[in-house]
């Protein structure tokens, strides 16, 4: 018999080769075994901790893997909110597998955490994420049932290892079979293999499971400047059309609250813009707006954009209108914390802001002033053609701001510094 020698020759563009060599070695790794993948980054765990020390102890009690050292791959954590109890929990996990198990063409990793939650072990593809460890992207609050009661992080090889930024890129996940102790009981609890993780190749990407679990990308992906310029113009031209219109990522908000309370008829309004008729419908409308727009930080000087001092308290004092209960306001927050584009700072401070202003309210027709002046179009083609003009001005407090008078947030901010509002 003869020996028969084949060489095989890789075709890379001559233009951009490091790019065609990247993309080569990305599925060459895409296609090979999950165990093979992360084969290099495992480490062992003593005593029942979720991380090595870098020393052997007394007790094994497991295995992890440095995430940093797995190329392309990434993991969803989905932690369900330990203060329900074990069958709350299983109620909620259930569900989310359910949602993932009914898309047959996705193919992930799943295990089972210690306090009930999911690990989903997925491709980053060649999505740009923001960096390793991406924690509470979706926060489990209590009094906002949206997220139904768990929390979500993501980590994912974004900078791979290396010696000397190891502390920075380390990002231990606990793998199956390993055990560990809940910090309060000392009960000893596993890491359950769901699905034969080991033995998966060519897992599918990270925005495929975010979209399957109607999650957004966008609280991931590290948007570069000139992405986020266009971001007004994009909710603009979004807002423009109709509200039913469908989305790749389920608006929860929209759902609950926007297509419950569409109007059965659309009135053609030409007569100036004046005050609004301030009902329920109208708050669902004007919240709708606030979709997308950048959010500030309370500045240090006043300038002409959104700040929390306006935005909190303005949300805060729809509490006044007939039919909207605390868990309407708590919906909006959570709606502006995830489909808003908030600068760093926003981000960083959300939660505190939120504290500091929760029993401040100004007046919530500086609601309809931000939405007319920061989302016009939307103003115009949804808001007032839905909603009937007011008929009695005169009804309306005179300690309601003139949508006559010149509305800008600057005017607003100056007025709640002297208490104008108050």
């Known amino acids: 018999s003869s020996v028969i020698s084949r060489t095989y020759h890789i075709c890379f563009d001559k233009e951009n080769p490091e790019a065609d060599k990247e993309q080569w070695n990305h599925n060459r790794i895409w296609r090979q075994l999950l165990t093979l993948r992360t084969n290099n980054a495992i480490s062992k765990l003593y005593n029942y901790q979720k991380f090595n020390k870098g020393y052997v102890q007394e007790i094994e009690t497991g295995k992890a893997i440095d995430i940093s050292k797995c190329p392309y791959l990434a993991v969803v954590d989905i932690d369900i909110d330990k203060k329900l109890d074990e069958q709350q929990r299983k109620i909620i996990r259930d569900e989310l597998l359910q949602q993932l198990n009914s898309n047959k063409s996705l ?211 729809l509490i006044k209108i007939d039919g909207i209960d605390e868990e309407f306001i708590n919906d909006v927050y959570q709606r502006i914390r995830t489909m808003n584009n908030l600068t760093e700072s926003a981000k960083q401070h959300f939660d505190s802001q939120r504290e500091r202003y929760k029993n401040e309210m100004t007046n919530p027709y500086i609601l309809q002033g931000i939405i007319r002046d920061y989302n016009p179009t939307y103003y115009k083609d949804v808001v007032m053609k839905q909603l009937d003009k007011t008929k009695n001005d005169d009804n309306i407090s005179d300690r309601t701001s003139s949508m006559n008078d010149p509305f800008t947030l600057v005017d607003i901010e100056m007025k709640i510094y002297n208490q104008e509002y108050e």
């Open 107 to 317: 193919k992930v990793g799943l295990v089972q955490t210690a306090h009930g939650g999911i690990h989903i072990y997925c491709s980053m593809s060649d999505y740009k994420l923001r960096q390793n460890s991406m924690t509470g992207i979706i926060k489990s609050l209590e009094s906002n049932p949206l997220n139904k009661r768990y929390g979500v992080d993501v980590f994912a090889c974004v900078t791979p290892y290396n010696e000397e930024s190891k502390e920075k890129t380390l990002r231990w996940v606990v793998l199956p079979e390993s055990t560990v102790k809940d910090k309060d009981s000392d009960v000893e609890l596993q890491y359950i293999n769901l699905n034969k993780i080991w033995n998966i190749t060519k897992l599918s990407s990270i925005k495929k499971v975010f979209q399957t679990l109607k999650f957004d990308m966008n609280l991931i992906l590290d948007i570069d400047k000139s992405k986020v310029t266009q971001l007004p113009a994009l909710v603009m031209q979004e807002s423009s059309q109709q509200i039913t219109n469908d989305q790749e990522i389920i608006d929860e908000f929209e759902i609950k609250y926007v297509q419950r309370e569409q109007i059965e008829k659309s009135y053609d309004i030409s007569q100036t813009d004046s005050k609004i008729d301030m009902t329920q419908q109208t708050c669902v409308l004007l919240c709708n707006g606030l979709k997308g727009l950048e959010i500030h930080n309370d500045a240090q000087e006043l300038k002409k954009e959104i700040t929390f001092l306006v935005l909190f308290k303005s949300i805060n004092s």
